[in-house]
């Protein structure tokens, strides 16, 4: 079973940018699909991203396009998320996991694909 540890997270003024990291221990790392979903007070943990094992394809959801880049670097067993032009909408707990099926488009936002979540890193944007 593979263990993940979120890091990066902190607080930002709005229009700044931070880069997540989510290292893996266990498994195969090299062989996983990924995603990244968020976490809000009060509200449903959402997708953000998706990238497939070889980092050829990625995924976003509709909120982050544009602005939210998702990448790893196998060597190092670490996926990322590179996060540019945040909104204070974007404040939440931020979960890396390993996505277990095959997807295309919105069928990768199913939350129901992932496990082995990791604990979440908080992100702040300040208006």
């Given amino acids: 079973q593979v263990q993940l540890v979120e890091s990066g997270g902190g607080l930002v003024q709005a229009g700044g940018s931070l880069r997540l990291s989510c290292t893996a221990s266990g498994g195969t790392f090299s062989s996983y699909n990924m995603g990244w979903f968020r976490q809000a007070p009060g509200k449903e943990r959402d997708f953000v ?75 702040t944007v300040s208006s």
């Fill in 49 to 123: 991203a998706t990238i497939n094992w070889s980092g050829g394809s990625t995924i976003y959801a509709d909120a982050v396009k544009g602005r939210f880049t998702i990448s790893r670097d196998n060597a190092k067993n670490t996926v990322y998320l590179q996060m540019n032009s945040l909104k204070p909408e974007d404040t939440a707990v931020y979960f890396c996991a390993r996505r277990r099926r095959y997807c295309s488009g919105n069928g990768c936002y199913d939350i129901s694909m992932y496990s082995d979540w990791g604990q979440g890193t908080q992100v």
